[in-house]
C-alpha cells in the first residue's frame, strides 16, 4: 500500500516520519541546508508572485491560487527569525502537505533555491538538538551528514503549525484592532 492510499484510508496521521523513508528534498535557505521529507510535498513551482493579505503576521507572504485554490505562502526565513527572503532567480515555492485537525492542508513555503532529492540511511540522522540550533529544536525532526556537510531535517507539521499560526494571526488582529476582540457594553 502506498503513501497516499494510507492517506485516504485514514491510517496515516502521525507527524513523524516513516521509518523506511529515506528520500529526502534539500533546498537552501540564507545559505543555510535544509530538507524535507519527499512524501510531505505536493508540488514545486516557480516563484509566481503573491497576493499579500493585510493584517497577517510578517511570516506569511501571501497567498497564491493553484488551479482555482488559494494556498497560503510562507516565508520559512522569517518563521525562522531570520530577515525576510530575497528573492532570487532560483527563488521557488514548494507546496507541501501539513496534517491538521485531521485532514491534510496544502501550504506553500518561499525558499531560496531547491538543490536535489538525496537518500539519507537512518544511520546517518543524528536527532534534533536540545539546544544551539539557529532555529526552534521543535521544528527539527533531525540533522542529516552527507559528505561531511550537515543538513537540517525540518518536521513539516510543526514548521508550518497551523494551530500555532492561527493563533498568531489571532492575536495579530485583536492587537491591531481591540474593537474586534473587545466585548461591547450595551448601554
Given at each position: 500500500?502506498n ?21 529526502y ?28 493579505v ?14 482555482g ?10 518563521r525562522f ?12 515555492v ?45 521544528f ?5 551528514n552527507i ?13 508550518l ?27
Open positions: 500500500m503513501l497516499n492510499q494510507l492517506r485516504k484510508n485514514g491510517e496515516l496521521k502521525s507527524s513523524t516520519p516513516i521509518v523506511e523513508e529515506k528520500q528534498l534539500t533546498f537552501t535557505l540564507n545559505q543555510e541546508l535544509f530538507a524535507v521529507v519527499i512524501h510531505s510535498i505536493k508540488e514545486i513551482i516557480e516563484y509566481p508572485g503573491v497576493t499579500e493585510p493584517l497577517m503576521p510578517q511570516f506569511m507572504h501571501g497567498v497564491i491560487n493553484m488551479r485554490a488559494v494556498i497560503p505562502v510562507i516565508d520559512l526565513a522569517i527569525g531570520k530577515d525576510a527572503s530575497h528573492l532570487g532567480r532560483r527563488s521557488c514548494v507546496i507541501l502537505e501539513v496534517f491538521f485537525a485531521d485532514e491534510y492542508h496544502e501550504m506553500g513555503v518561499l525558499v531560496d533555491a531547491v538543490n536535489e532529492v538525496l537518500e539519507i540511511p537512518a544511520h546517518q540522522i543524528e536527532p534534533a538538538p536540545e539546544f544551539g540550533a539557529k532555529i526552534r529544536s521543535e527539527i525532526a533531525g540533522i542529516g559528505n561531511d556537510k550537515f543538513v537540517i531535517i525540518l518536521d513539516v507539521n510543526h514548521v503549525s497551523l494551530g500555532e499560526m492561527t493563533t498568531m494571526v489571532t492575536d495579530k488582529i485583536n492587537f491591531n484592532h481591540p474593537t474586534l476582540s473587545a466585548p461591547q457594553n450595551a448601554e
